[in-house]
């Protein structure tokens, strides 16, 4: 059997994390296909179930857009007309999210929002469409998936750093996790949506921070080198001084015993008092 994936490991689904962006009058439809995805294999997040009463309401859906693949919105008339649903667009729109539109009743297409006009719409308004309808959902959901997912993972890091005030010090890619992220960011799939400025913000910042390290490590690496090079040198100096002050004392010597040779030669009264207790130094060739 093959082994699972991380997020498998981690959650037991082997399928994406979905968000249900619905109108809590088609809360029925939202409920059903909640259990119908969940049996699919799909993580899915709901209003109803994961916003605690007290909580806000607008950051713990937020929080669970971000969290989520792939949006699912279930078009319908009173869809359509919520502010509610309107800002859930427009905060997955943000966050870079895949959206996936689903009439589930008859919709007036001038009340839908025309940003979602460019959308292929999944039909499921009857017993018969959501029939034929929940794999074609299951398929759609499941296309690009990996992608998704490190979109996802990449995006909870861009976060985090946003919110350390973009410091270059909190980024969190290694050099292998860098270029494995860029490479993934220059090969999306063509149903992919344009990465958010904070995504690409945070890739680019990233390689500047890495690109800024490699070379402080160079200029360290190179005044190391000069400072060893120099060190060398100043050796090197020193012995060839000590070298030199040898070689000027035995000089000095010979010249001494050239002059004691020649004075004993030369002296018809012989050596000075001073130096005639020393033994007579021997004539060089």
């Known amino acids: 059997m093959a082994q699972k994936n991380v997020l498998e490991q981690e959650s ?9 962006s619905y109108s809590r009058r088609d809360n029925t439809v939202a409920e059903s296909l909640k259990d119908q995805l969940a049996e699919a294999g799909f993580e899915v997040f709901i209003d109803v179930h994961d916003i605690a009463p007290a909580e ?3 950051e713990r859906i937020s929080a669970l857009i971000s969290k989520a693949e792939k949006i699912v919105l279930l078009i319908s008339p009173d869809f359509a007309a919520s502010e509610v649903c309107a ?3 427009d905060e997955a729109e943000r966050l870079g999210k895949t959206l996936v539109p689903i009439e589930i009743k008859a919709t ?5 929002p025309g940003r979602l006009s460019r959308l292929n719409f999944l039909q499921m308004r009857n017993a018969d469409e959501r029939a034929t309808g929940l794999p074609r959902l299951v398929e759609t959901l499941n296309t690009d998936l990996a992608w998704e997912r490190e979109r996802t993972r990449l995006d909870e890091l861009a976060a985090a750093w946003e919110a350390q005030n973009r410091d270059r010090r909190r980024l969190l890619l290694s050099e292998s996790d860098l270029r494995a992220a860029e490479q993934w960011r220059d090969t999306p799939p063509k149903s992919a949506t344009p990465l958010t400025t904070r995504q690409t913000a945070f890739l680019r910042e990233s390689r500047r921070a890495r690109s800024a390290q490699q070379q402080l490590r160079t200029y360290i690496a190179a005044g190391v080198a000069a400072a060893m090079a120099g060190l060398a040198v100043f050796v090197f100096g020193l012995k060839q001084q000590e070298a030199t002050a040898k070689l000027q004392a035995l000089q000095a010597a010979q010249e001494t015993k050239r002059q004691l040779v020649f004075m004993m030669k030369n002296c018809p009264g012989g050596l000075p008092p001073e130096l005639s207790s020393s033994p007579p130094p021997q004539e060089t060739e």
């Open 108 to 112: 007036d297409p001038t009340s839908i």
């Open 56 to 58: 806000p309401w607008r």
């Open 12 to 20: 037991g689904f082997v399928g994406g994390r979905v968000f249900i």
């Open 87 to 89: 800002w859930e667009i």
